[in-house]
């Protein structure tokens, strides 16, 4: 198993930036750490997320160019730098996490989550 702990986010300014952090513990051999968000009254959607044991990454379309997520190796989290940010930006963000071989961008296929962090940003 592994817990997921994440720090980071709050208000910010449209074209700002904001970092996020996740801390997982336990297991992390074979997983997937990624962040997903939800806004008010939308579904919970994929942002961008890392594969621990590969280091690769995966982005979705709105984020990329924008959101940087990466590992950092010594203090063993998964970063989300979020830069130029948007309104549409607001919402709730969670660390998730999975174990196997392949991505998946869909919340069911995740099994644990951090408790979440707010993230607005002002137009």
């Known amino acids: 198993q592994v817990q997921l702990v994440e720090s980071g986010g709050g208000l910010a300014q449209a074209g700002g930036s904001l970092r996020l952090s996740c801390a997982p513990s336990?297991?992390?051999?074979?997983?997937?750490v990624v962040w997903f968000r939800q806004a008010s009254g939308k579904d919970r959607e994929f942002v961008a997320g890392?594969?621990?044991?590969?280091?690769?990454?995966w982005y979705a379309d709105f984020v990329k160019g924008r959101f940087t997520v990466s590992k950092d190796n010594f203090e063993k989290t998964v970063n989300l730098q979020m830069n130029n940010l948007k309104p549409e930006d607001t919402a709730i963000y969670y660390c998730?996490?999975?174990?196997?071989?392949?991505?998946?961008?869909?919340?069911?296929?995740?099994?644990?989550w951090g408790q979440g962090t707010q993230v607005t940003v002002s137009s």
């Open positions: 336990g297991r992390t051999f074979r997983s997937y």
């Open positions: 890392v594969n621990w044991d590969a280091d690769d990454t």
């Open positions: 998730a996490a999975r174990y196997g071989s392949k991505w998946s961008l869909t919340s069911y296929h995740y099994d644990y």
